[in-house]
C-alpha cells in the first residue's frame, strides 16, 4: 500500500459502484460484497475494510446486505455490487446524436497526476504532491447530479461515468453511437495544471489518461 489504506480499499470499492448507478440516473439503495483476503493478513485489515465500505454506504444513505468471505493465495480482492432504482429511464449510450454539447460534473487531471508520483516514487513532501495524495484516497460520487438529471433526462443523448479515463470514456461513447468528439475547453484540476508544469508534463495527459475520478460524462441538445 504506497497511500491508500485497508479503510480507503473499502471505501473505493463503494464508490466504484454507485459511481455506475449515477451515471444511470438510478439512486443508490443496496450494496453487496465479496471479498478474498491472504491468511497472512490480520484480522484488523479485514476489518479496516470493512469499516471503510460501512462509512461509505452511511455517507450515501446505501445499505449494505451482505456478501461472501474468501481466503486468496496472495492477494486482497474486492467485488462489490450495488442495486440502484431510478425515478426516469435510465440513459442510454447509443443515442447521441451529431451537434450535441459535452458536459463533465468536474475536473479532471488529479489521478493522472497521482499514477505520476507513484509510478515515479516521488516523495508526497510539499503541499501540491500532499494534495494529491489525500484527494484520491477517498473519492467522492455526486449523488446531487441525480435531480439535474431527472429535470433534464428529454434532452440527454448519453451519460457515463469517467472511471476508465477520460478518454477511454469518450471512446466507449464514441463506438455506441458512432460519433466523434471534439474537446475545446480542456476541464484540467487548477492543482493538475501546476503539477504538470512543475514536471513538465502534458497536461492533457494528466486530463485524458487519468481515471478513477468518478465524475460524468453527459451529452446533451444544444
Not at 501540491?128 to 429535470?151: D, M, N, Q, S, W
Not at 472511471?163 to 471534439?182: E, H, I, R, T, W
Amino acid at each position: 500500500l504506497y497511500w491508500m489504506t485497508y479503510y480507503d480499499i473499502g471505501w473505493k470499492s463503494v464508490v466504484a459502484s454507485i459511481s455506475d448507478l449515477i451515471a444511470k440516473a438510478a439512486y443508490p439503495k443496496y450494496l453487496m460484497l465479496s471479498l478474498g483476503i491472504p491468511r497472512s493478513h490480520i484480522l484488523e485489515d479485514l476489518m479496516d475494510i470493512m469499516r471503510g465500505v460501512r462509512d461509505c454506504c452511511k455517507s450515501y444513505n446505501c445499505s449494505f446486505v451482505g456478501g461472501d468471505l474468501n481466503e486468496s493465495e496472495k492477494d486482497i480482492w474486492v467485488d462489490a455490487v450495488a442495486v440502484g432504482i431510478s425515478k426516469v429511464k435510465p440513459p442510454s449510450r447509443f443515442n447521441i446524436k451529431p451537434g450535441e454539447l459535452v458536459l463533465v460534473t468536474g475536473l479532471f487531471g488529479i489521478t493522472g497526476a497521482a499514477y505520476h508520483i507513484h509510478y515515479n516514487d516521488i516523495p508526497a513532501k510539499d503541499e501540491i504532491t500532499r494534495f494529491i495524495v489525500e484527494h484520491t484516497r477517498r473519492p467522492k460520487v455526486k449523488v446531487e447530479v441525480e435531480e439535474v438529471l431527472e429535470k433534464i433526462r428529454s434532452c440527454i443523448g448519453g451519460t457515463i461515468d469517467s472511471s476508465d479515463g477520460l478518454a477511454a470514456s469518450l471512446l466507449q461513447l464514441s463506438k455506441c453511437s458512432n460519433v466523434g468528439f471534439k474537446i475545446s475547453n480542456l476541464p484540467i484540476h487548477p492543482v493538475a495544471l501546476k503539477y504538470a508544469r512543475i514536471h513538465n508534463i502534458n497536461p492533457k495527459d494528466l486530463v485524458f489518461y487519468g481515471g478513477e475520478e468518478y465524475e460524468l460524462i453527459i451529452t446533451v441538445k444544444k
